[in-house]
């Protein structure tokens, strides 16, 4: 008995090492990356013959598996938000050639990265994106290279991180991609998942849903956006969805909803929500007990209080 508990122990410490070591490689190359990205503060950003201006800040900086890269100019302010872990590919976006700011174009999966546009005019947009940019130096030769070894590097790196949650593999082991029908004050809703994120402590649904009321029938595609600080209940609904599933309920402030703009090919800002389908039909036994353990372990490493319920 007293090996197998020593063997447990030693596990333990070898996974916490890992972890902390997995943080500490991370932090360096986002380190790195600030460093690279901050060198045009001060310099000429040329689009085209036209459209030129300095750079008032840059930066880029990381928490919780979640990338932030800041550009300022003038009034305008943009923010990117991401997980590098969703990098797919990575090119040279052209500007004018006499421009000394480069621009790295960042593909992602799907749409993925937050895009916020703040141009201090009290017009904020916000919407996500499946494209990002990190702007650099381009007068030093060397820089678009190292840049995309780093990022390619904080890639696998945040990609070891988020597969040690526990969240992240309940998901994919039990969510389905069936249709999910519940209904409210003479409307009905059918919830169809396209796909699935979770990174920076937060879900990340797309689906499309099929609102029916007595005047018309619309169907659109969205993403919710579900920080699991704020969600206050993983409730089992028998009583009025089919099939028998898990929906998450917010606190009053809801779930942000973003749909599908094909003009931009970007999900804009749409409204919020207070319930959600977990995309999870009804478990039993140790299913039940492990999808909803790993809710709350997450919620609680996140800051929230979730609680599991049955619906009344």
Not at 38 to 49: A, C, F, L, P, Y
Not at 62 to 77: C, H, P, R, W, Y
Not at 188 to 215: H, I, M, P, Q, W
Not at 216 to 245: F, G, H, I, Q
Request: proline residues 2%; hydrophobic residues 35%.
């Amino acid at each position: 008995m007293r090996n197998k508990n020593l063997s447990g122990f030693l596990i333990g410490m070898f996974l916490l090492v890992c972890t902390q070591a997995i943080a500490q490689s991370q932090e360096q190359c986002a380190a790195a990356i600030g460093n690279k990205t901050r060198e045009i503060i001060g310099q000429i950003k040329v689009k085209s013959s036209d459209n030129r201006f300095i750079v008032d800040d840059a930066n880029f900086t990381m928490v919780n598996n979640q990338a932030t890269i800041l550009f300022k100019s003038g009034k305008d302010e943009f923010y990117y938000n991401f997980s590098p872990a969703d990098i797919v590919e990575m090119k040279d976006g052209k500007l004018d050639a006499t421009s000394p700011v480069g621009v790295i174009v960042i593909k992602l999966k799907d749409y993925i990265g937050q895009s916020v546009n703040d141009y201090r005019k009290g017009d904020t947009k916000v919407s996500y994106t499946n494209y990002v940019y990190l702007n650099y130096l381009k007068k030093d030769p060397k820089n678009y290279t190292q840049l995309q070894k780093l990022l390619w590097r904080l890639k696998e790196l945040t990609e070891a991180s988020e597969n040690e949650n526990g969240l992240k593999q309940v998901i994919k082991n039990y969510m389905t991609y069936s249709d999910f029908w519940t209904s409210a004050k003479n409307e009905s809703y059918t919830y169809s998942l396209l796909d699935a994120y979770y990174s920076g402590n937060s879900l990340k649904y797309f689906y499309k849903l099929e609102r029916v009321t007595l005047s018309s029938t619309k169907t659109d595609k969205y993403m919710v956006v579900v920080p699991l600080a704020n969600v206050e209940a993983l409730v089992l609904n028998k009583k009025n969805a089919r099939p028998a599933s898990y929906w998450l309920e917010s606190g009053k402030n809801g779930f942000e909803v973003f749909v599908y703009n094909s003009k931009d090919e970007s999900y804009v800002s749409y409204n919020s929500q207070t319930k959600m389908p977990a995309f999870t039909e009804m478990l039993s036994g140790s299913g039940h007990a492990e999808f909803t353990r790993a809710f709350e372990d997450a919620a609680r490493s996140a800051g929230g209080k979730l609680k599991v319920r049955v619906a009344d």
